[in-house]
DNA sequence: TAATGTAGAGTTTTT
DNA sequence: CTCTACATTA
């Protein structure tokens, strides 16, 4: 307690109902949750496991859980649950999954996997429509967010598009049943719909989930929203965390109004509001303030420090973006002798993943040692989604998705035609492919020589199932991978060996993920593989491995992924009209969420605060005069202090959009 | 089944 | 321009 300020201190011990901690940007929010929870745990006599803390990523959940581990005695904290919301819902999935249809072992589908699918569907009622799957899922996505069933989202729906979806909407629901499968957004939307049905099972998990508290509550959306508001009831046991002004997935269905809409739903809701900033130096801060402040607020906060006033923000104005990715490139490494900082003390910060790839060329260049946060990640590689599909084959044999991934991985011979008939044999008695296959006889209409493939396949899944009910699954599994002669797979298609044993390794490193899981939740009693595996496609473990890799590296991201993150010196490129904020935000009007973005980015640094922009830039081919952002302009005189080709002062800024002769020659001298 | 050609798009994406 | 996804061809 003494380490916290007042306000901390208010926000902690405060019990006596509903509390909204409103948080600026590095006023030690995570402090107060892990504070707060250590607090109800040693003093408030809530025992770990009527506590549960819930995040939206896995990382927050895991360094939460960390902190917290630190605080209180383990025995204490027993039971005690930090999640994402994802992996709470699929808690109680685990659980409840008799209660709202699905057998236990169900998969999840992942983004991929759904998308698949609706590829399918839209082909198969939409052909020829135009319609993309990109803009169909997201738009289910949207529905489930909104806890639109099939039959509302198709009343409702304004167009024909909006009908064809609703459509394929409902198919997609029928085909992820008929899986036993479920999409991430079921993972809330299920728990939700089962608690407003069906009061026992909601009481009994309102007597479970005594205190609950919520991290990042500005990206809540409906169902979100509404998951907390069924778990905390009329105890109004509740405290959450959050920053309108770092509010930046509304496209994903956030509702920063969330924050505000607390205050009517739990009328005596308190608030405290966290202001003092440990993090950066005043320049910034003020800087941040300044920017924020061209957005309207329902809370009005003001960010200070004690921190020194620090260096002016650096604004860079380059030739064009191949100087802007060169410059940041030398001035990394000035920096780096002048403060005698470390690699890793520095992060580059941009809109769009493309905007990395000059950058990486210039960095290497430079011999920069540089990390990529958010590139492809290892769930996306083909090997492990291969054994991701094994494992969720083996877990629930309904999976299809999963079965026609595998089935000729490596290959077995079996070909389109001969899944097409046995597709076609399977809808027709509304089976799933692996049911089918084993109950199929002789007016399957398929060759003897492919259905005797088939069934090799067949016989082989079934033994290994088998063998995982006897024996330890770990070696059954690995035994499997080597049984199927997949390292020999990968070695035909590979262009090198070593491609190969990396792919093999990863696979093998899947597998000891699986292993360790299990082990670690033994003080929980036995976990059984198919909760491993739900686990596994939640990402969480994987992403562990990544973050120990602490070598000493330059930091890129997107401006979204940055949020949550601090560095002492910190570059965001591309200060551009069209670019941040992006074009399609000002055709939006959602001018806002970018100015927020900005807000983001500029509070991710400690230190030094440095922005860049080209002036000239290629686009589709041409290039394009570009125009410095409008949030420069927003950014106070007296901390700023502009460089770089062409003087981009306020004059520059003001002739925005008209490019003269002049200030073309200016560049070029 | 692999290799080559071509059209079309081109933000962010916690799970 | 450049990458990806799909289609056609060998």
């Not at 049943?177 to 939307?189: E, R, S, T, V």
């Not at 260049?365 to 492990?384: D, L």
């Not at 770990?474 to 049984?483: A, E, S």
């Amino acid at each position: 307690m003494s380490q916290l300020n007042p306000r901390q201190r208010e926000a902690v011990k405060y019990l006596d109902g509903p509390l909204l901690v409103l948080a600026g940007a590095g006023s030690g929010k995570t402090s107060v949750i892990t504070r707060k929870i250590a607090h109800l745990i040693e003093y408030a006599g809530f025992p770990g496991r009527h506590i549960a803390a819930v995040t939206f990523t896995n990382k927050a959940a895991r360094e939460m859980k960390e902190r917290v581990g630190r605080l209180v005695d383990r025995r204490a904290a027993r039971g005690l649950i930090v999640a994402t919301f994802h992996n709470l819902g699929l808690t109680i999935l685990r659980e409840e999954h008799d209660a709202v249809g699905y057998h236990p072992g169900f998969s999840i589908f992942d983004a991929e996997d759904a998308r698949a699918l609706l590829r399918d569907l839209l082909a198969q009622h939409a052909p020829d429509t135009g319609l993309e799957v990109g803009d169909l899922q997201m738009t289910l996505s949207n529905w489930k967010n909104a806890m639109l069933l099939p039959d509302q989202a198709l009343s409702r729906a304004r167009d024909a598009r909006e009908e064809r979806f609703a459509v394929i909407y409902q198919h997609y629901a029928d085909y992820l049943k008929a899986y036993n499968a479920l999409d991430f957004d079921d993972l809330i939307l299920l728990p939700v719909l089962l608690f407003r049905n069906n009061t026992e099972i909601l009481e009994k998990w309102q007597r479970r989930i005594r205190y609950l508290l919520v991290d990042e509550y500005q990206d809540t959306n409906l169902s979100q929203y509404e998951m907390v508001r069924l778990l905390v009831g009329h105890r109004q046991c509740l405290t959450v965390v959050g920053d309108d002004d770092q509010s930046i997935y509304a496209w994903r269905g956030a509702r920063p109004e969330n924050l505000a809409q607390l205050k009517e739903d739990f009328p005596g809701l308190k608030i405290v509001k966290l202001e003092q900033n440990y993090r950066s130096m005043r320049r910034i801060l003020s800087t941040a303030n300044a920017l924020i402040a061209n957005n309207p607020h329902v809370f009005e906060k003001a960010l200070w420090s004690e921190l020194g006033v620090g260096d002016p923000i650096r604004i860079l104005r380059t030739r064009n973006e191949e100087a802007e990715a060169e410059r940041i490139a030398s001035e990394i490494l000035d920096h780096k002798l002048k403060s005698h900082a470390e690699f890793r003390d520095f992060a580059v910060l941009y809109r769009g993943n493309h905007q990395a790839r000059l950058l990486e060329i210039k960095l290497q260049a430079y011999q920069i040692p540089y990390r990529i946060s958010g590139g492809t990640s290892f769930f996306a590689k083909n090997e492990i989604k291969d054994a991701m599909a094994y494992l969720r084959l083996l877990t629930n044999p309904d999976d299809d998705t999963a079965f026609l991934r595998v089935v000729n991985v490596p290959r077995r011979e079996i070909g389109p035609r001969t899944l097409e008939q046995l597709t076609g044999y399977a809808r027709q008695r509304g089976l799933s492919l692996t049911r089918a296959l084993n109950e199929m006889g002789a007016d399957a209409h398929i060759q003897a020589r492919s259905l005797e493939k088939l069934r090799r396949f067949a016989d082989f899944l079934n033994r290994t199932c088998e063998r995982l009910e006897r024996e330890d699954t770990l070696p059954v599994i690995r035994q499997m991978f080597t049984d199927i002669e997949y390292q020999e797979w990968l070695q035909q298609n590979a262009s090198s060996t070593k491609q190969a044993q990396r792919q093999m390794d990863n696979v093998w490193y899947l597998l000891d993920s699986l292993e360790q899981m299990n082990r670690n939740e033994d003080d929980e009693g036995e976990q059984t593989l198919e909760d491993a595996v739900s686990r596994l496609v939640l990402r969480d473990i994987m992403e562990r491995q990544e973050e120990e890799d602490d070598s000493d590296k330059v930091q890129l991201m997107t401006l979204h992924a940055s949020k949550g993150l601090e560095f002492p010196h910190v570059f965001v490129m591309g200060l551009e009209e069209e670019l941040l904020p992006h074009r399609s935000s000002i055709e939006q009007d959602s001018i806002e969420e970018e100015r927020r973005l900005m807000y983001v980015g500029i509070t991710r640094a400690q230190r030094t605060l440095t922005l860049t922009y080209a002036a000239q830039r290629k686009q589709y081919g041409d290039v394009i005069e570009t125009i410095p952002s409008r949030f420069i302009d927003e950014m106070p005189d007296d901390h700023v202090k502009h460089e770089g080709i062409g003087k981009a002062d306020k004059e520059t800024n003001q002739r925005r959009g008209k490019a003269t002769l002049s200030a073309l020659l200016d560049d070029l001298s």
